[in-house]
């Protein structure tokens, strides 16, 4: 059996849906465990261009199962737009997707909150104003609406009332009072009630349902969204996602006990990107920084928003491989450094003239840290038709190389490009020695 985690492991956007796409003809199951419609995973097959915001990146690949964890929160409207877009380009979804009656839903007046607080200065964190965060809160504070709520008609208008007072204000609403009688509460609850009955097939138990698979021998992919450096307890607090996106996520987000996961595999741009607010020491606001802009097509998958962009940052990097324990790590976007004569990577920090090996916990000493660069040769030659490391140029390599040395993990697999076929399997490593064991068990 080889259950694997894959994880983001920068400020998201390091590539994981093509790394999902590339791997999920070895395992039976997809699984997702966090996050909500914030997170895009952009997959391309052929000419087509698939944005997957809920539904693991696994339902491009005939007869995979795919699971939405417990750990991840709903938008019921984009979710069912999500699949009814996949069936309209010939992606058969039912029967194959699988929605926790346990994960909790992202209501309409949460959205508002989360826009109104983003539009003021003092509360602005950069989110995709998607409600996700809210959505996290209600269900910390313990009035969350959860997917299996939905079904019960009775009870649903009061949990969805107790949900949106809290937030109700910024819907434009003077009073629960007013709206639990036809008002903004009742436009929800009818529009919920309409939804549940289109998402019902897909509704099920998924803890049994993965323990059920995992026990009679199915090989699964844990899905995890964002990265490390946005998780809840781990990032650059406070500007981080509202959930835990890294590793151990995967457990309490799908309810797998950790002995049922055999590795970590890491996932890392060849160069860093970031979006919304927060400190990025390796930004480059300068035209180096907007090649890797273009040449990378670094725009938001939900938002469209241009991503800010820099070298990369092995300090930040090392401290998420030991966050989550990775046994491998794959290296995306390599080619978009083919145009670049000299290239630098973040190798410490400086703060106040004082040196730092290690990521700060901090955010007022990260903020102002500088990056302490070392440079590298550049290739300026096209790596994209690269198919095996001895097809890389030398400096190409070495960079790879240098990055596996200061990150502390093996860099098992290089991407050169969009496509599932653009991408270098090392062929003795950790990741052929999973993808080989998972074959077997098949």
């Not at 434009?172 to 008002?183: C, F, I, K, L, Y």
């Not at 969204?225 to 981080?240: F, K, N, R």
């Not at 509202?242 to 049922?260: D, E, I």
Request: proline share 5%; glycine share 10%.
């Amino acid at each position: 059996m080889a259950n694997i985690i894959l994880i983001g492991g920068q400020w998201g956007d390091e590539g994981k849906g093509k790394v999902v796409d590339l791997l999920t003809t070895r395992f039976d199951v997809v699984a997702r465990y966090s996050g909500g419609p914030n997170a895009g995973h952009t997959v391309r097959r052929g000419e087509k261009k698939y944005a997957l915001r809920h539904i693991p990146s696994g339902i491009l690949t005939p007869g995979v199962a795919c699971i939405i964890g417990n750990g991840v929160v709903i938008d019921p409207t984009s979710l069912l737009a999500e699949i009814r877009a996949l069936e309209d380009s010939g992606v058969s979804v039912t029967g194959r997707l699988w929605i926790s009656n346990r994960a909790h839903v992202i209501l309409p007046a949460y959205v508002d909150w989360e826009t109104r607080r983003e539009e003021t200065i003092a509360g602005r964190i950069g989110t995709t104003r998607r409600g996700v965060g809210p959505a996290y809160a209600g269900k910390n504070i313990r009035t969350g609406v959860r997917v299996i709520d939905l079904f019960q008609p009775e009870t649903l208008p009061a949990k969805v009332d107790a949900a949106a007072s809290l937030f109700i204000d910024a819907a434009g609403v003077s009073s629960t009072a007013e709206v639990t009688s036809g008002g903004a509460v009742g436009r929800m609850v009818s529009d919920l009630t309409e939804q549940a009955r289109a998402l019902a097939p897909y509704v099920t138990d998924t803890v049994r349902l993965l323990d059920s698979r995992i026990r009679d021998g199915a090989q699964v992919l844990f899905e995890g969204a964002q990265g490390t450096m946005l998780d809840i307890d781990h990032g650059t607090y406070p500007y981080v996602t509202s959930s835990n996106s890294s590793a151990g996520g995967a457990c309490t987000g799908l309810g797998v006990s950790p002995t049922r996961i055999d590795g970590v595999l890491g996932i890392f741009k060849a160069y860093s990107t970031r979006v919304g607010e927060g400190p990025f020491p390796t930004e480059e606001k300068t035209a180096a920084g907007e090649m890797l802009r273009e040449r990378g097509h670094e725009y938001g998958t939900v938002t469209g928003r241009p991503r800010r962009t820099g070298w990369f940052d092995a300090v930040a990097a090392r401290y998420a491989a030991r966050i989550n324990g990775m046994d491998s790590a794959a290296l995306t976007l390599l080619d978009v450094l083919d145009a670049f004569d000299e290239i630098n990577i973040c190798t410490g920090y400086r703060y106040r003239g004082q040196k730092l090996d290690d990521f700060p916990a901090e955010p007022w000493i990260f903020s102002d840290c500088e990056p302490i660069y070392s440079k590298v040769r550049g290739w300026r030659r096209d790596t994209t038709s690269c198919r095996s490391m001895e097809d890389l140029p030398q400096e190409a390599l070495d960079y790879a190389m240098k990055i596996e040395d200061l990150v502390e993990v093996d860099i098992d697999l290089i991407s050169v490009g969009p496509t599932p076929e653009s991408s270098i399997l090392r062929q003795v490593s950790k990741l052929s020695a999973w993808l080989e064991k998972a074959v077997t068990a098949s």
